[in-house]
């Protein structure tokens, strides 16, 4: 089965910077789309950025234009890259993928999550 383990977080200042990465292990055929989402302290999770299998990405009005999202296929790892971050932006942020094993269909799965907390 499919592991997502996220890794970058931690606490910053508000207008710092963070690169968040999600790399994807197991018997992985293909990895279609690749999303990450956040969930604040008491409310509901939230898509942040997708990106398919080519170049086309997707932001949450929220976080256009100060944050970027990107992949490396040879190492089949999804990167948020988070710039001139807000108090706002602190939460938990998830990984999320689209993923074909080895002998098994396309199904989608999260990871763990990374903790990301940004100071006033």
């Known amino acids: 089965q499919v592991q997502l383990v996220e890794s970058g977080g931690g606490l910053v200042e508000a207008g710092g910077s963070l690169r968040l990465s999600c790399a994807a292990s197991g018997s992985i055929f293909s990895i279609d789309a690749m999303d990450w989402y956040r969930q604040a302290p008491g409310k509901q999770r939230e898509l942040v950025a997708t990106i398919n299998s080519g170049v086309s990405t997707n932001y949450a009005d929220s976080v256009k234009g100060r944050f970027t999202i990107s992949r490396d296929n040879a190492k089949n790892t999804v990167i948020l890259q988070m710039n001139r971050l807000r108090s706002e932006d602190t939460g938990v942020y998830y990984c999320?993928?689209?993923?074909?094993?080895?002998?098994?269909?396309?199904?989608?799965?999260w990871g763990q999550g990374t903790q990301v907390t940004v100071s006033s």
């Open positions: 999320y993928a689209y993923v074909k094993l080895i002998g098994a269909p396309l199904s989608w799965y």
